[in-house]
């Protein structure tokens, strides 16, 4: 019988029903407007907060250092602002942190003016996300999970990256993020340190020794825990994660025992049936909450954070040592590929000389775990005072972060592109060069079609997902091999350029390195000079 | 205790009428993502069930939409058309087949005394979410879509005179009498006024001489309808069996990258703990009663009640946020649940109970049990693990997975003590 359902008991919720049935005649197929609101409520939620914070921020203008505890703190309470500011005990230890870090601000910043640059930078450079704009979704003494924020909420520009977000992962020496499941697809790339990964199946299980620049997928819904297997190093891991459920969305369901542990989340009876076992001993063995140790006591005044308490903990070096024994290496290539970790640099790189690598992992090649996410992964190294040179991604979007070092990275856009969101009055074309310095924890976009060079002022280490990656091309503007600009027929070089075809070859000509180079000239000392202060000159206004 | 905001649940009365005449009726579900943001990749899914009487028919029309049908009950005739060919089916329950966007087909209830029943999942092509159906037969109010074009185009495409044109395709036919009072109400529903019409028996058995059956396997599968109780079930004991295709066995789903597969829950059972890797499911009770107990989190709500709620149930809200949250319904017959990717949830079984199942995001979806003997992930956690993850030794954590020595489907009674779980059974019953 159709017509009839149980809900007759609840009005309330039959008028819910009504409501909803005329909504959907309103808003006939226009989720649009609705997802946008909900976006702006946010927005406005994060103002209302920030206004509290204001001050603060006041005296912390640039804030572009990888690991900052007080930065991560405040991110942190930006990112559950709007909750906290109920509660009045908490407004008032919120002051006082407020006010302490203030004054260990003040002391600190003296030395620091250069950093003032990053906001105002941030500002103008939609492209850039500086390491703060990472949020802690949680944080005990044994390591940290934070993740980037949306990057379609940064920009209009970034709206076919609704559904991709980063997550990074940092673990103390012998720990382990302890079993859960999330409901998106994960590319998980070692950074550094030594992991062992070990990922269930209904019927399996396979564990990995993992090293730095080893590279796995984790499709949706595995469980899976990963252990520091190290003495000494941290462990770092970034994750790139594609939702199944939601767009942009994901949720981590914990295994273990903590306030978070979905199992609590059947009612007893269901768990007795299905466990086929008293509640009791259920409890005991599978659910209760440890006596928590006594350093994390501090933490119990966060009760917001706590549940995720355990998301990370200690593990003894024998628990390690027999984790360890089953665990499999990369490098072995005897087993299907399938589901297998593989290395970034266990091939030979794309690209290669004296001033820097470019290692590459492309859905193309044979790598069946990229294919379906249509993905690609690459791993730049550049060398002190060595250049990439300009190039182009023909139809991937790389989403590039800082691993290790600074540079500097110039990426050409249209001005106009921005202006669309803000002032659509002045409708220039008119090309516009977005610079940003970079250091460890950064993220950059690089659209496709947009042309990039990055520069290393000490050895730079950068790790780029790649979306939309089959059949991706790099076009380089510059240098001996893959020079797009070298393939146009002479004829066309002279309408396309102020110079003759002769001039424009002997022009290109002039660097002889292909894809990486000395970021100095060597030519024309005097000449680079003069091109190099426009540029210098732009970093000074930082200052 | 059935949750008010449970947005996972939609009751049978969250369907919609799209028609409805004494032959039968169309029933559209309310969108999934107007219920809860939740269900944002759920936009361009819909549902629809059809029912109909005995000897009637569903006049010929296509959709802009691919369709996957499911036979609920009954037996039917289902005639797809193409361009050079045409098909005719004899359905029966569980006889599943894709209808490709814009095929013009009919379906026939050639039975003498059973409904039958249909359930369709629909993606739509030209809108997300939206449907439209285009009616080769006329009808008083809405004349079948040829006549959209002018007389100049139809005279000149059927190089005929308009008036014969008219009389032979698309005049109305003369409504009997009980049609005459819907003609107040003519912008509303009567739209479709003709779409289930009476056949006789004559008709009938014509319509049957070529229908193929499903169990015929002769021909490509490419367009042909498949049983899903036709496999062998890929979980099965006393008490239960789950029937499932997916894209991987069926090229008619591949593209659309969704497996149907159908629950048969013993009464008194249990289809144990687990969760779906990256499938979203959407079960529909085909029939009888039971409840569902679904895991989420709290906070993934928030957002909208944030938004309509008012202040104070706000802060109660906040205070137990990002909990793991118990999401519970008692099922009925025609009643719809979504599970998302992930999410733990059991199923139990008051009265035999047999559900329908789409799920999209279905190429290598892994169903993960949390208890019971096979396919249960926990048992893979290493010992030194268990004993991180909980707060029992590995030993005792071993036994109670040990405790279960069933798979997949379990008695809804815990058989080791009677008295324990009488004690919550009644709690449940009581609510």
Same mark, same amino acid.
């Given at each position: ?543 | ?144 879509? *040829?006549? /959209? ?11 005929? @005179?308009? !008036? &014969?044109? +008219? ?126 107990? *679904?895991? /989420? ?11 309509? @709620?008012? !202040? &104070?149930? +706000? ?117």
């Amino acid at each position: 019988n159709y017509d009839e359902g149980s809900e007759t008991r609840v009005p309330g919720q039959r008028e819910r029903g009504r409501q909803e049935g005329e909504k959907e005649e309103k808003r006939h197929g226009e989720w649009r407007p609705s997802y946008e609101k909900e976006e702006h409520e946010e927005e406005k939620q994060k103002y209302r907060y920030q206004r509290e914070k204001k001050e603060q921020k006041e005296v912390q203008p640039g804030r572009e250092r990888w690991e900052r505890e007080e930065d991560e703190e405040q991110v942190e309470e930006e990112w559950r602002g709007s909750q906290r500011r109920e509660d009045p005990e908490e407004r008032a230890r919120l002051r006082h942190r407020e006010e302490r870090t203030k004054r260990d601000r003040r002391h600190q910043r003296e030395g620091e003016e250069e950093e003032r640059s990053s906001e105002s930078q941030e500002h103008r450079n939609p492209f850039l996300f500086k390491s703060n704009k990472f949020l802690t979704l949680f944080e005990n003494e044994n390591g940290h999970i934070r993740r980037l924020q949306r990057f379609d909420k940064r920009s209009d520009l970034f709206e076919n990256l609704q559904n991709y977000r980063l997550v990074e992962y940092r673990a103390k020496p012998h720990t382990i993020f302890l079993p859960q499941h999330i409901d998106a697809d994960l590319i998980l790339v070692v950074l550094n340190g030594k992991a062992i990964l070990t990922v269930l199946s209904p019927n399996d299980r396979n564990s990995y020794n993992l090293e730095r620049g080893d590279t796995i997928k984790i499709p949706a819904g595995t469980t899976s825990y990963l252990v520091n297997q190290d003495d000494e190093e941290d462990l770092r891991v970034v994750d790139f994660v594609i939702p199944v459920n939601r767009p942009g969305k994901f949720e981590a369901f914990g295994l273990s025992e903590n306030k978070n542990q979905y199992l609590r989340g059947f009612s007893k009876n269901i768990l007795e049936a299905s466990l086929n076992t008293k509640y009791e001993t259920i409890e005991k063995v599978l659910l209760e909450e440890q006596e928590k140790k006594p350093q994390q006591l501090r933490d119990r005044k966060r009760t917001q954070q706590g549940e995720e308490r355990d998301a990370i903990i200690k593990v003894s070096r024998e628990q390690i040592e027999e984790l360890r024994k089953l665990a499999k290496s990369s490098s072995k290539k005897s087993l299907p590929s399938e589901f297998e970790p593989f290395n970034l640099r266990s091939h030979k790189p794309e690209y290669s000389n004296k001033f820097g690598k470019l290692f590459e992992i492309t859905p193309e090649k044979k790598y069946p775990q990229l294919q379906d996410l249509d993905i690609l992964v690459s791993c730049v190294e550049i060398n002190k005072g060595a250049l990439m040179l300009p190039h182009y991604n023909s139809r991937a979007i790389v989403v590039l972060l800082v691993n290790e070092g600074k540079g500097n990275l110039e990426l050409l856009g249209l001005k106009n592109e921005q202006q669309e969101r803000e002032d659509r009055k002045e409708r220039n074309n008119e090309v516009q060069r977005y610079e940003a310095r970079l250091s460890p924890g950064d993220v950059v976009i690089i659209p496709a079609g947009h042309p990039v060079a990055i520069s290393a002022s000490s050895n730079l280490n950068l790790l780029g997902f790649g979306i939309n990656a089959k059949n991706n091309q790099r076009n380089f503007l510059s240098g001996s091999d893959d020079n797009v600009i070298s393939q146009i027929e002479n004829p066309v070089k002279e309408l396309t350029f102020p110079g003759s075809s002769q001039e424009v070859n002997r022009l290109i000509k002039n660097q002889k390195q292909s894809h990486f180079a000395s970021a100095e000239p060597e030519q024309k000392e005097e000449e680079s000079q003069r091109k190099r202060s426009p540029l210098s000159s732009v970093l000074d206004s930082f200052y | 205790r059935s949750d008010p905001q449970n947005p996972f649940i939609f009751k049978s009365n969250k369907f919609q009428t799209l028609f409805e005449n004494e032959n039968g009726h169309i029933r559209l579900l309310q969108k999934f993502d107007q219920r809860s943001k939740i269900f944002e990749n759920l936009q361009n899914y819909r549902l629809l069930e059809y029912k109909s009487k005995p000897h009637t028919i569903f006049l010929p029309q296509h959709t802009d939409a691919d369709y996957i049908l499911v036979v609920l009950s009954g037996k039917a005739i289902l005639t797809v058309l193409k361009p050079d060919d045409r098909n005719s089916f004899n359905l029966e329950r569980g006889d599943t087949i894709k209808l490709p966007a814009g095929t013009i087909a009919y379906l026939v209830n050639r039975d003498d005394n059973e409904e039958l029943r249909v359930l369709d999942l629909a993606i739509p092509v030209n809108r997300p979410g939206q449907l439209q159906s285009f009616l080769l037969s006329g009808n008083q109010n809405q004349q079948n879509y *040829l006549s /959209g074009f002018s007389k100049n185009i139809l005279e000149a495409s059927f190089n005929t @005179d308009y !008036e &014969e044109i +008219e009389k032979v395709l698309l005049e109305e036919h003369e409504k009997e009498t009980q049609h005459r009072r819907s003609l107040k109400d003519k912008r509303q529903q009567s739209q479709e006024e003709n779409v289930i019409v009476k056949l006789s028996r004559g008709q009938i058995e014509e319509l049957s001489k070529n229908a193929k059956s499903t169990s015929k396997k002769s021909v490509s599968s490419e367009s042909e309808p498949f049983n899903l109780r036709s496999r062998g079930p890929i979980y099965s004991n006393e008490f239960g069996k789950f029937f499932e295709i997916t894209p991987e066995k069926n090229p008619q789903l591949q593209d659309l990258d969704i497996f149907v597969n159908s629950v048969e829950i013993k009464e008194g059972s249990l289809l144990l703990p687990h969760y779906n890797s990256r499938a979203i499911v959407i079960v529909t009770v085909n029939e009888g009663k039971g409840d569902f107990e *679904l895991v /989420g989190q709290r906070n993934e709500n928030q957002q909208e009640q944030r938004k309509e @709620d008012d !202040e &104070e149930e +706000e802060q109660g809200e906040e205070e137990i946020n990002k909990q793991v949250q118990n999401y519970k319904a008692k099922l009925s017959s025609g009643d719809v649940f979504v599970i998302p990717a992930g999410h733990p949830v059991a199923v139990k079984a008051s009265s035999n109970l047999d559900l329908l199942g789409f799920g999209i995001n279905a190429e290598n979806n892994q169903r993960n049990f949390l208890a019971g003997d096979e396919d249960n992930v926990i048992s893979q956690i290493q010992r030194p693990v268990k004993e991180l993850a909980f707060p029992g030794s590995a030993q005792e954590v071993d036994r109670i997975l040990e405790n279960q020595k069933q798979s997949h489907f379990a008695d809804a009674q815990p058989q080791q003590r009677e008295r324990g779980s009488r004690e919550t059974r009644d709690r449940l019953s009581s609510v």
